[in-house]
């Protein structure tokens, strides 16, 4: 019986052995059309992702734009004041809650804050206890309050930290006041209100309770409520107090800092202020045209030219958005809300224009000229068109139910529907490339099995004519 002997060239992972053929490189290549499928979904992936994140783009612009115009839509949105006074003692503030007009009024004292100093002692006078107490009372009353506090010791040092750390409304320092009779060191502790006017004027008790002996002190300068009288001299005559020197319920937004008492009348101007609307017009305008810009720029088709051999061709192409029907929606809708007239009245009036080239123009003097002129009427036309633009921005960009936000939505289920199936593929070409090389495997192990079986039954024939030829 012959026997063959046969090599397995899989499990050797050579190729071509037997065949002569560059065998890894046709599974290379009947690969590369195998996967055809899945780097056309690669290259769909691709587009839609660049898509998507354009989308999401300019949804970001919009809630920007949303909210900025919501601000300014609402009443008041627009409102600004400035206050003036004409005395350099006195300083005046207004938000947006004021209102134009004017108010004289004399100063008639300005706040201070209760400091009191103790007697000169070397340590503190009550001995009742290794670990002293002391109560201050700020206010008088029903709205008086005590607050006790105790020392570590009679140290003043210690009397010091303890006031200071225990929430008194009143800080204390040591300071030097010379020797006693012995040559002993001497300190008063001055005590000062952390707050001015008469209600937080105070007093000291030896003890854990008000009802203790008063600490000796001398009042250096005396709690005081600012004034300022309104309509002197008048049967309307009238005085208004504040516990500190700034008046903030005057007027209604409106704030007044006295520094110095003054017989002399003061002015308070309140003034309506056009900055406010102007910087809002600019800004939203000017967000509305960085939005149109890139809508346009990602919607635009660009042609290059290529000369080669004297001969020149041109080739188009497109950008992201470039004939997308959704999109040049999303324009439409901002460009007629901020553009189209208001009460029939053109918004060129303010300084918006509308471009041949469809876009928008902010002419900041022209709406400076026009608050100046009837500032009621301007803010209530660009109000109006503001209210457009913040309808328009959420209907499209609101989260959850704005058209684009809900398109974005869409798109990312395509991806992820994509991604799924490019998965899917890695699995299926892994299965088949494994097809294709076992297969190839199996050619060159069968052609080397032949080779041998070859080889056997030659040199068998070669020993037969051998013998044959002997005599």
Do not use: C, H
Not at 213 to 232: Q, R
Not at 235 to 263: D, E, H, I, R
């Amino acid at each position: 019986m012959v026997t063959t002997s046969t090599t397995s060239l899989s499990g050797l992972g050579l190729t071509g052995l037997s065949s002569g053929l560059d065998t890894s490189s046709i599974v290379s290549k009947l690969m590369s059309i195998e996967q055809a499928p899945q780097t056309a979904l690669k290259t769909r992936l691709s587009t839609l992702s660049t898509y998507r994140a354009a989308l999401q783009g300019i949804n970001s612009q919009l809630a920007s734009i949303a909210s900025a115009a919501s601000t300014a839509s609402t009443p008041g949105g627009l409102n600004a004041f400035t206050a003036t006074t004409d005395s350099t003692t006195v300083s005046a503030s207004a938000d947006a809650t004021a209102n134009v007009g004017s108010l004289t009024f004399t100063v008639g004292a300005v706040a201070a804050a209760q400091t009191s100093v103790t007697d000169a002692m070397t340590s503190w006078p009550d001995t009742s206890s290794a670990t002293p107490s002391i109560t201050i009372t700020t206010g008088t009353g029903a709205t008086a309050k005590s607050v006790p506090v105790t020392a570590k010791s009679a140290n003043l040092d210690d009397v010091v930290a303890a006031i200071n750390g225990g929430a008194t409304g009143v800080t204390a320092t040591k300071v030097a006041a010379g020797t006693d009779a012995s040559g002993n060191p001497q300190y008063r502790l001055q005590l000062r209100s952390n707050s001015s006017g008469t209600a937080n004027a105070f007093s000291v008790a030896e003890g854990g309770s008000a009802s203790g002996p008063a600490l000796p002190t001398t009042t250096v300068t005396t709690a005081a409520d600012a004034s300022i009288t309104l309509y002197g001299g008048t049967a309307a005559q009238q005085t208004v107090t504040s516990s500190s020197n700034t008046f903030s319920n005057l007027l209604t937004g409106v704030g007044v800092t006295v520094t110095t008492t003054s017989s002399t009348p003061v002015t308070l101007t309140i003034a309506s202020d056009p900055s406010k609307a102007v910087a809002s017009a600019k800004s939203l305008t000017g967000s509305l045209v960085s939005l149109l810009s890139t809508i346009a720029t990602q919607s635009a088709i660009s042609t290059s030219s290529n000369t080669s051999g004297g001969t020149t061709s041109t080739s188009t192409s497109g950008s992201v958005f470039t004939g997308d029907s959704f999109v040049r929606d999303v324009n439409s809708q901002l460009l007629s809300a901020v553009s189209a007239p208001v009460n029939g009245a053109s918004l060129s009036s303010i300084g918006i224009n509308l471009t041949k080239t469809g876009t928008i123009t902010f002419d900041q003097d022209a709406f400076t000229k026009a608050m100046q002129s009837d500032p009621a009427g301007t803010m209530s036309t660009f109000q109006a068109v503001a209210q457009r633009v913040a309808d328009a921005a959420n209907t499209i960009s609101a989260p959850y139910t704005g058209t684009l936000s809900t398109k974005i939505t869409s798109e990312q289920g395509q991806e992820s529907q994509l991604s799924s199936q490019i998965s899917d593929w890695d699995a299926r070409l892994a299965t088949i490339q494994t097809q294709y090389t076992n297969e190839f495997n199996a050619m060159e192990a069968a052609l080397s099995n032949l080779s041998a079986q070859s080889s056997w039954l030659t040199s068998q024939i070669n020993g037969l004519s051998t013998s044959s030829s002997k005599p």
